[in-house]
């Protein structure tokens, strides 16, 4: 049975003349960058995050580089950060020509080990990047007691609507929570698009004035901004599938709560967690690259994410890490696995993902 890793089709399906509504409303007021749609938005995600602003923007990646800006981070300034993410995460902060200061993760949770975060603290210390790795929060607790008054912006790009241990939601327990609405993010719009949210008014508003170039009042540059706006056509699709997002979410928890039924010891499974939203779900198992070639051929889709931890990354060779030096990241770099998790999937299609592992593991 075809099993594909995601299936946005099978999303669009039922909300479809919803969202052609939605995207006509904007075709017919003609106004595409920002205004009511953007505002629209911003305030809905904020309220459904339980945060008091929302900054729209043009990417996640945009997100996490003007959140960083706008914390005045420089060059030669350090950000510290988890070993294994997304490129975006270390990405921004050397495009700021700041220094990535990279902490390995918590084999079991993927996420930034706060146990570790002490010892990389220094005067130039910055910013704290810790990053909800798949949807599942990072230790917050423990990582904000460690950073003290230092910053902490969070990477929430996979994880919009997770709790931690106590029910705050991602995003809300930092300075700033960056969201990325790639379409295969739990909300994802038709093409690029981000948000940061953030309790702090005087934040808010100089975030809103970067991502227009730094211009306030309009035409007059204090500081250097640039072009991360979110467009209407974006915000009006994402105000559709907002309100879906919940629903979705069950569908992704109870789809990871049969795979735990289902899937044999010989994977590890991530762990039941209440506030997990499960962007992936992702396995760890010694015969990973097997693995994946087998469910390839019985059509099932995976993907490995990520295969380099971000200290390897070539573009970061000059930072000299080396192999051993982050033994959690390196290691789930070359034993994790992504299975199809999407809400959609069908009872018979988790079943056959599941078979199909039970059949390899038989051999
Ligand atoms: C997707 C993602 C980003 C970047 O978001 P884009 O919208 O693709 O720019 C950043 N960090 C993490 C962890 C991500 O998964």
């Known amino acids: 049975m075809k099993v594909p890793l995601l299936d946005l089709k099978a999303q669009y399906a039922p909300i479809r003349e919803e969202v052609r509504a939605a995207i006509d409303r904007v075709c017919d007021s003609q106004y595409f960058i920002l205004g009511p749609e953007v505002a629209g938005l911003e305030e809905e995600v904020a309220r459904f995050c339980g945060a008091k602003f929302g900054v729209g923007v043009s990417s996640g990646t945009d997100a996490l580089l003007v959140a960083l800006m706008a914390l005045d981070v420089r060059p030669g300034d350090e950000v510290i950060t988890s070993a294994y993410s997304f490129f975006a995460t270390a990405g921004v902060v050397a495009r700021l020509g700041a220094v990535p200061v990279f902490v390995d993760i918590e084999p079991g949770t993927f996420n930034l080990d706060p146990g570790r975060l002490r010892g990389n603290l220094t005067p130039r210390t910055k910013a704290i990047l810790p990053v909800h790795l798949f949807g599942r929060c990072a230790d917050m607790d423990a990582i904000l007691d460690a950073a003290g008054r230092i910053p902490v912006i969070e990477d929430a790009a996979q994880s919009i609507g997770s709790r931690d241990a106590r029910g705050r ?50 035409y007059h540059h204090k500081e250097i901004g640039g072009n991360f706006r979110l467009d209407a056509l974006q915000a009006a699709v994402l105000r559709v599938k907002l309100k879906y997002l919940a629903k979705w979410t069950e569908g992704r928890r109870a789809n990871a709560e049969r795979y735990r039924k289902l899937l044999p010891s010989s994977v590890t499974v991530p762990a039941d967690v209440p506030g997990h939203i499960y962007n992936q779900f992702v396995i760890r198992t010694r015969e990973r690259d097997r693995l994946q070639a087998f469910l390839q051929q019985r059509e099932i889709g995976t993907e490995v994410y990520y295969p380099v931890a971000l200290p390897h990354q070539e573009c970061f060779a000059a930072l000299g890490a080396k192999k051993g030096d982050y033994p959690a990241a390196e290691a789930v770099a070359t034993d994790s696995l992504a299975l199809p998790i999407y809400p959609e999937l069908s009872g018979d299609q988790l079943g056959a993902v599941a078979d199909a592992i039970l059949d390899f593991t038989r051999g």
Do not use: Y
């Open 169 to 218: 939601q991602a995003g809300t327990m930092g300075r700033m929570g960056c969201f990325s609405f790639f379409p295969s993010k739990n909300l994802g719009a038709f093409g690029d698009g981000g948000m940061i949210v953030t309790d702090d008014p005087e934040l808010a508003e100089r975030l809103k004035v970067l991502r227009v170039h730094g211009s306030k009042p309009k």
